[in-house]
């Protein structure tokens, strides 16, 4: 099936810091992904879907100068969490999806970031 | 929200028993996909169910989905310790994926 990586696994920064992760879709392209958010226990919840060479369009109640979102190429997405706070924390999972691959309705998962901000 | 509701948010049984959990969610839908996570890690795709089926099995797994009440169950036959995990329903909305409260399985040996 198709892969979809992330980078880092995890990380843990300072507050005030930003962090940067990468979503890639590693055997095939990418022409929509999407990035979620997990707290412990709870569910995931939709962040942002970003189409290649557009803007990301956030849900409500997302912060989009806070979760700057960029899908510069059809294999590439990258979520940075700027200016961390440690209500930030949580672990972050992205998902690709290509219209053409499979029957075009399937998305796949990347392992997820875990995010610790002290 | 949109979000979908599962239920029961909680689940014990023995080993060899079966497991049913059920979904319900709000609006018109392309598919319906369960999920299942180990703790703290990645999510595994067991199945999908499109909107024009009605029951869908993969091995184990039985999916059943009633459009008309807008409801899905996912049962596990002759559950195994190595099932306990958290299990999401997720329907797929005009493209994007939004994920039930999810059913916290747990089997005991």
């Known amino acids: 099936g198709a892969v979809v990586s992330q980078h880092p696994s995890w990380v843990i920064c300072k507050s005030g810091t930003s962090v940067k992760i990468e979503c890639r879709s590693l055997?095939?392209?990418?022409?929509?992904m999407f990035w979620y958010r997990q707290f412990p226990k709870q569910s995931l919840m939709l962040m942002a879907t970003?189409?290649?060479?557009?803007?990301?369009?956030?849900e409500q109640g997302v912060e989009k100068d806070k979760f700057l979102i960029n899908h510069a190429s059809l294999t590439l997405s990258t979520l940075t969490v700027t200016s961390a706070h440690p209500e930030d924390s949580s672990f972050y999972i992205c998902?690709?999806?290509?219209?053409?691959?499979?029957?075009?309705?399937?998305?796949?998962f990347g392992p997820g970031t875990r995010l610790t901000v002290l | 929200s949109q979000q979908g509701e599962e239920d029961p948010q909680a689940l014990s049984i023995q080993e060899g028993e079966n497991a049913t959990m059920n979904c319900s969610y709000k609006?018109?839908?392309?598919?319906l996909q369960w999920y299942r996570q180990n703790s703290g890690r990645g999510l595994v795709h067991l199945i999908l169910?499109?909107?024009?089926?009605r029951e869908k099995h993969s091995g184990r797994l039985r999916v059943t989905l009633d459009t008309s009440k807008k409801s899905s169950s996912l049962l596990i036959t002759a559950s195994r310790a190595a099932d306990t995990a958290s299990y999401f329903c997720?329907?797929?909305?005009?493209?994007?994926?939004?994920f039930g409260q999810g059913t916290e399985l747990s089997v005991k040996p």
């Open positions: 998902s690709a999806r290509n219209w053409l691959v499979g029957k075009g309705d399937e998305q796949f």
């Open positions: 055997d095939f392209q990418a022409t929509t």
């Open positions: 970003s189409n290649e060479g557009s803007k990301a369009t956030y």
């Open positions: 609006t018109s839908i392309n598919n």
């Open positions: 169910i499109r909107s024009n089926e």
């Open positions: 997720a329907t797929d909305q005009g493209g994007k994926l939004i």
